[in-house]
Nanobody, 122 residues
Framework: QVQLVESGGGLVQAGASLRLSCAAS????????MGWFRQAPGKEREFVGA????????GYPDSVKGRFTISRDNAKNTLFLQMNSLKPEDTAVYYC???????????????RGQGTQVTVSS
């Protein structure tokens, strides 16, 4: 069983940057796509992007394209989300998830972390 633990969230001002991490433990993740979702209060969960074992990252929605970048360190079983030029509308709980197929981009996943809160003040 894969365990995922997110970290790096916090309260920042608009325009700032944050880097989220997702540490994975358990079986080898070389067969998994890894990705990020976010969910703001009262809103549906939004897929933020994903990356395969060898990259590249894919699936960024227009809301984050050009500002967010996903990467992974396979040696450390860690997924990252670099978020630049943050906006108040980026405020949400951010979750990492893994799935063996690109069904991850449709919101399907085998495992998901508990999430980390990101709050962007105006």
């Amino acid at each position: 069983q894969v365990q995922l633990v997110e970290s790096g969230g916090g309260l920042v001002q608009a325009g700032a940057s944050l880097r989220l991490s997702c540490a994975a433990s358990g079986p080898s993740l070389n067969e998994y796509f890894m990705g990020w979702f976010r969910q703001a209060p009262g809103k549906e969960r939004e897929f933020v992007g994903a990356i395969g074992y060898s990259g590249p990252s894919i699936g960024y929605p227009d809301s984050v394209k050009g500002r967010f970048t996903i990467s992974r360190d396979n040696a450390k079983n860690t997924l990252f989300l670099q978020m630049n030029s943050l906006k108040p509308e980026d405020t949400a709980v951010y979750y990492c998830a893994v799935e063996r197929t690109l069904a991850l981009t449709r919101g399907e996943y085998d495992y998901r972390g508990q999430g980390t809160q990101v709050t962007v003040s105006s």
